[in-house]
Nanobody, 130 residues
Framework: QVQLVESGGGSVEAGRSLKLSCKISGYIESGCGMGWFRQAPGKERELISNISSDGSTNYAESVKGRFSISQDNADHTLYLQMNNLKTEDTAVYYC????????????????????????WGQGTQVTVSS
C-alpha cells in the first residue's frame, strides 16, 4: 500500500518560513515525478511545484522565488521549503506522486504511456496571519 503523509504545517506570521515534509511509504515508480498542491477555501486545487525524476523543478508564478521543492531519496521524503510566507499562501497543502500508466488526455485523445498524479497525501493546513 502506498502512503503519503504530510507534516510541518501550522500557523505562522507573514514573512516567516515553514518547511513541509511528505513521508512516502510503499512502492512508487521512480520514473515519474512528485509535486506539491494547495487548495484555499473557495478555490480549486492548484499545482504549486513539482520535481521530475531527473531532479528538474517547476514552480507556479505565485510562489516562484519563495518556495523550493526538494527530496531526500534515502529518507523517502519530499520537502517544500516556504520562505517569506504571505497571507494568500493560506491553504491546505498536499503532496502527490505520479504513476506511469496508459492514459489519454481526454475522451477524444488516444491513450498513451505517461505519468499522471495518482497518489495523494491527506493534506496539512498552513495558515499565514498578518
Amino acid at each position: 500500500q502506498v502512503q503519503l503523509v504530510e507534516s510541518g504545517g501550522g500557523s505562522v506570521e507573514a514573512g516567516r518560513s515553514l518547511k513541509l515534509s511528505c513521508k512516502i511509504s510503499g512502492y512508487i515508480e521512480s520514473g515519474c515525478g512528485m509535486g506539491w498542491f494547495r487548495q484555499a477555501p473557495g478555490k480549486e486545487r492548484e499545482l504549486i511545484s513539482n520535481i521530475s525524476s531527473d531532479g528538474s523543478t517547476n514552480y507556479a508564478e505565485s510562489v516562484k522565488g519563495r518556495f523550493s521543492i526538494s527530496q531526500d531519496n534515502a529518507d523517502h521524503t519530499l520537502y517544500l521549503q516556504m520562505n517569506n510566507l504571505k497571507t494568500e499562501d493560506t491553504a491546505v497543502y498536499y503532496c502527490a506522486a505520479e504513476r506511469e500508466g496508459y492514459y489519454s488526455e481526454d475522451v477524444y485523445s488516444e491513450a498513451r504511456w505517461q505519468c499522471k498524479f495518482t497518489y495523494w497525501g491527506q493534506g496539512t493546513q498552513v495558515t499565514v496571519s498578518s
